[in-house]
Structures are given as C-alpha cells and as structure tokens.
C-alpha cells in the first residue's frame, strides 16, 4: 500500500505498524484520516509516538471512527464516562487486559475499534502484544477451515466478570473500579469464524476471556477445538508486541485480533486511557 500524508512502517510481516507524520492533538484532514483508517485496516494495530492527546481530543479522534461506548462493568472518568483509566498503582498486580481477549465480544454488536492512550509507563514490562486473527485464519488448512465456517460460538462477561468468582474486583480491592450489571448473565452468538466488514477477510472471531463454548456442543464438547484455536491463533508467528513510552497510542481493530497487556511490572506505577468504539452491526 502506498500512502500521501503518512509514513507506515511495518512491525511484523502480518501485523502492527507504526504511524509517522500525523499529530492527534489538531484535526486530521480527511484525506490524512482516510489513510490512517485505511493502514488500521490493513495492519490491524497501529501505533502513534509522541503524542499530546488530552482526554477531549482522544474523545475527538475516536469519533471519527464511531460512536465512543460506555462500559457497561467498568467504571468510566466521572467527566468523560466513555474514557476508563486504566491506573495500574505501584505494589498492586495488573489486571485489566491480562490474558488473550478481544475487547467486549459479550455485546450483541461487538466493540469494533479501541484507542490507548500511554501516559505513566513503567521503566520496563508492561508491554501489549496483539495476535492477527485474519493470518491465523489463513494459515489452518482447508478441511479445518471447512469444519470451522458456520460454527457459531457463545460468548458472555460471566468468566471474566462474575461477581461469586471475581468479587475482589466488586470489592474495591482494584485500582479500577467496577459495577455489577445484568449484562454479567447475558450470552450471545456471533459466527466463529466471522468476515471483516471492511477487508472482506476471513478472522477467526473466539477468545479465551469472554467466549464460553461453541452453539450445540458441551463446554467439554467445545473445549478441545476452543483450546486449539486459542494456542494457534496466538502462535509467535501471528503476534507482535508493542513497547509502550509516554505518549504512545495504540488503535486496534477489535474484528481480527486479540489482545494480551502483560502483567510483569509489579513494582511499577502504569497509567493509560482507553476508548472503544462500538460496532453498529452483528459480525457475520
Ligand atoms: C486492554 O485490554 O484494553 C488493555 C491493554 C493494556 O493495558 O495494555
């Protein structure tokens, strides 16, 4: 791909780059913004270096993209509720985004893109790593792929969110703050394999957090192919990983990838602000 008003540079062959020649705190003109969507797209995950971004702005940018979500578990900012901060506190081990996920595929239209923002970062850990769902699609062989298109999986918040298995979380005892919501009980289909709206390609669409098992099987019937497609899908060759530094901004495309924020910085204070875009359709 060849763009006008923006540098791209590559991090792995499948997925992630690094954007230059943009700064997020003044308005994009559309042909710049039309680009960065269109190397979003492409690369899955993009990233930013350097950039001032006040909680207004990132609010701004993010509506360009859609419609900014309200977690429904997970207290926002009281002037901004559709921007969380993610605080990790020095001493306190992280939690929020640890373990494989993709965000929010317990909604029945799925978050479709989220915007990190990197404000305190330790001295060293507390990376990201992104995992390309279209790639590993790619790579299965032909009978599995036949044997996966028109599965439909099951997903809910009940793993990740329950209050009788994570009540510490309803307990204050996180830097984070979380409410109990019916949503907590809700499960909803989305097709395990689904199609990119935009790229036309094929992703598979299950995550470890939030999906529980797949449509007319057991969760022991389901666990063995679920398990498969967690550790395949995640494989190095699939994965890139990001070093975050102040200032750095993260946008990925939460319809071909997951996502894994490393818990290895205990001692270290780490701070971020995080929007999601929400999804206006079902995956199909
Ligand atoms: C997330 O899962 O959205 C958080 C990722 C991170 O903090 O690195």
């Known amino acids: ?26 308005e994009l003109t559309d042909e710049q913004f039309g680009e960065v969507k269109d190397a979003l797209v492409h690369n899955h995950v ?7 971004v006040t909680p207004e702005r990132q609010l701004t940018f993010a509506k360009r993209f859609g419609t900014p979500e309200v977690h429904p578990i997970v207290e926002g900012s009281n002037a901004h509720p559709e921007l969380i901060e993610v605080l990790k506190p020095a001493g306190e081990g992280a939690s929020f985004g640890t373990g494989w996920h993709t965000d929010n595929t317990f909604f029945e239209k799925p978050t479709l893109y989220t915007m ?3 404000i305190d970062i330790p001295p060293v850990g507390g990376d990201t790593l992104w995992a ?3 790639a590993a699609y790619d790579a299965l062989s032909d009978k599995m792929k036949e044997l996966l298109d028109g599965l439909v999986a099951v997903h809910s918040a009940s793993i990740a969110y329950d209050p ?18 019916d949503v907590v009980e809700t499960e909803v289909e989305h097709p395990l394999i689904r199609t990119h709206d935009i790229s036309g390609r094929k992703c ?16 022991e019937e389901s ?11 995640t494989k190095p060759e699939f994965v890139c990983r990001f070093r975050w530094q102040p200032k750095s901004v993260a946008m990925w495309d939460n319809s071909c990838t997951q996502h894994y924020a490393m818990n290895d910085y205990v001692q270290y204070r780490r701070f971020m602000r995080r929007v999601t875009i929400g999804g206006d359709t079902r995956p199909v």
Request: with cysteine; charged share 25%.
């Open 1 to 26: 791909m060849s763009y006008n008003t923006i540098e791209v540079q590559p991090l792995t062959s499948c997925i992630g780059a690094e954007i230059a020649g943009v700064d997020l705190s003044r």
């Open 46 to 52: 993009i990233f930013f270096r350097d950039q001032e």
């Open 116 to 118: 990190l923002y990197g």
């Open 132 to 134: 390309d769902m279209a």
């Open 164 to 181: 009788r298995t994570t009540r510490e979380k309803y307990e204050g005892k996180h830097s984070l703050k979380y409410k109990y919501s």
């Open 204 to 219: 598979i669409y299950v995550n470890p957090m939030f999906t529980l098992r797949i449509k007319g099987m057991t969760k």
């Open 223 to 233: 666990a063995p192919l679920l398990k498969f497609l967690y550790e395949f899908s």
